[in-house]
């Protein structure tokens, strides 16, 4: 079958200083695919390139293609059909991404006739039953709101609503839960995935937090200083995680329950992309790292069917693993 | 269990809020009848939702705000009125650690004269034992001279924070409150410093109260843990035992949404409704519109803290209430 979305060797850099070091990553019609990392991976700025949404000064190189068509440096008219209609993206805050003076209906309206060939009371019509669909109580009657009242997780539902308002194939959800509260993100997280699930749509979870990627993906890469570090199918990167990067973002995650073990902090800090080592991004806080790691840059390689990594310390890595678990 | 370091027995505070401009003030209560006692070298969690209480609850026990009623006692003694010699002496023994390190230093002040403020302020020392004390403090965050001569800018964020924990404890402090100090920060550097302040409770016998919204951080770093709920406690117990067992449903929710990697979300509870409103709590349980067991005691009734079994305190009618249980 072939991919919704192939990204090939997309590169972004600003004034010069490269902070996506080549992307390669695709995904299938209805898939959930998880990116983490920690800030400043590049994990925001691969769909933001890939949608052209960077400012002007930020040079993008590389292909994207979207149901087989190149997407990146499209004509503006193409792209305007492209955001919003096939691909929506909804952002961390969903406050500053409403406007405040306006309704809910105005601005859910707004989107509708800019994506779809609706008019008048049908527009009305399709924006009251995407209200209920997100589930915001008493939709007919909230229409007439302002954002401010509502809640914050209301707000992100409002955001769900707009996004899905062009019927898209994908959806970008960057951080969408996380400045929500515990027992909102998993409504916000339920509401994501029965969508989901009822219209077909592929999504992209962007987010620092492992666990609500792992719980709500089929698959999951791992971006470290501009890269894919690591691609798998979630509960296999769990449980057997290949990259020193990976196992050191689940060893870092404290436990809720069993017994309390120490945290296997990774030492020293995310580098400066200015200031990129050579080699290996991750060899300076690697524990395995050896000397050829300070030489060249591994590739993303094949491990097995689906799982792809880019260190050649790989097997080294799986054995330190295998020696910890077996003691 | 050694003496208790911190008392606090039914503290309340309520601020006034208006709606709009010309609204009426209403009183929204922060806080309501929250008691809790910490022993000596021991951390107290203190977990729950935005508009909880518990970031007001370590303001009070650390006496940056007064409680309108109840009181706090800090090593057997009540907290001294503010601005005294007696409350600067005690403020030396408690520090506060807040989330955003940035915002907590000065950015125009090299961080290592950041640390050695409180001495100065406290007038701990000659000043050579002082310029020792920082390079000593500096050490024991992990962090060398040469980080110290450098202003909070040109750190990163975890060792910004540490920065803080160095300067909150450079008064050698017995007691610190720590509001959401991790959370600000990656997984990783959260874990360096999650260790780091295990490692430092540990050497220097720190007592500590720790509030986050983070479940993992909360039970990796917490003796004991309470959960708030509209300004209340609703349940307490050791930590281990407390998120194995949940007894109220507020914290089996709370637990349940918490994301496991290698765990597919079946089963999970999701609590419908929104957040709480402080401004706005329901009758009886305050939690009650949102309890999936929910009955109609609930409504008109407030729970009260009670014992569950020899280290857990729960205030739930369905779970104290053995009739009420078998009725439900």
Known sequence: ???????????????????????????????????????????????????????????????????????????????????????????????????????????????????????????????????????IPDAARRLSAYPHEFSGGQVQRIMIAMALAGNPDLLIADEPTTALDATIQAQILELLSTVRREIGMAMVLISHDLGVVAENCDRVAVMY??????????????????????QGLIGALPPLDGPRRRLTAIPGTVP?????????????????????????SPSLAPIADDRAVACIRAEASRRALLGIAAE | MSAPLVEVSAIARSYAMRSGMFGRATAVHAVDGVSLTIAKGETLGLVG??????????????????????????????????????????????????????????????????????????????????????????RAVELTPAHGARYPGALSGGQRQRIVLARALATKPDFLVCDEPVSALDVSIQAQVVNLLVD?????????????????????????????????????????????????????ALVSASPAPGRRSAGRIVLAGDPPNPAARPQGCAFHPRCPRAIGRCASEVPVLSAVGSNRQVACHLVTGAETRDAA
Not at chain 1, 286 to 292: D, G, H, I, K, V
């Open chain 2, 49 to 138: 939702e935005s508009g909880s209480g518990k970031s007001t609850t370590g303001r009070i026990v650390l006496g940056l705000e007064p409680p309108d009623s109840g009181e706090v006692r800090f090593d057997g003694k009540p907290m001294a009125a503010p601005a005294t010699a007696a409350w600067r002496a005690q403020r030396a023994r408690m520090q506060m650690i807040f989330q955003d390190p940035l915002g907590a230093l000065d950015r125009r002040l090299p961080v290592a004269a950041q640390i050695r403020e409180p001495l100065d302020i406290h007038d701990l020392g000659t000043p050579a034992e002082r310029e020792d004390r920082v390079r000593e403090l500096l």
């Open chain 1, 1 to 135: 079958m072939a991919p919704l979305v192939s990204i090939r060797d997309l590169r972004v850099a600003f004034n010069g200083v490269p902070v996506l070091r080549g992307v390669d990553v695709s995904l299938q019609k209805g898939e959930a695919l998880g990116l983490v990392g920690e800030s400043g991976s590049g994990k925001s700025v691969t769909w933001l390139a890939a949608l052209g949404l960077l400012p002007r000064h930020a040079q993008v190189t590389g292909s994207v293609l979207l149901d087989g068509r190149e997407i990146l440096g499209a004509p503006a008219a193409e792209l305007d059909h492209v955001r919003g209609g096939r691909v929506a993206m909804i952002f961390q805050d969903p406050a500053s991404a409403l406007n405040p003076v306006l309704t809910i209906r105005r601005q859910l309206c707004e989107a509708l006739a800019l994506h779809r060939d609706l008019s008048g009371e049908a527009v009305k019509a399709e924006a009251r039953r995407l209200l209920d669909l997100v589930g």
């Open chain 1, 225 to 246: 200083a501009g890269r894919i570090v690591e691609e798998a199918p979630s509960n296999q990167l769990f449980a057997d995680p290949v990259h020193p990067y990976a």
């Open chain 1, 272 to 296: 400066d992309p200015a200031r990129m080592p050579d080699g290996c991004a991750f060899a300076p806080r690697c524990t395995l790292a050896a000397e050829p790691c300070g030489l060249a």
């Open chain 2, 200 to 252: 430092l409770q540990a050497q220097l016998s720190l007592t500590l109260l720790f509030i986050s919204h983070d479940l993992r951080v909360v039970r990796q770093i917490s003796t004991i843990v309470a959960v708030m709920y509209l300004g209340r406690i609703v349940e307490i117990g050791s930590a281990d035992d407390l998120f194995a067992r949940p007894e109220h449903p507020y914290t089996q």
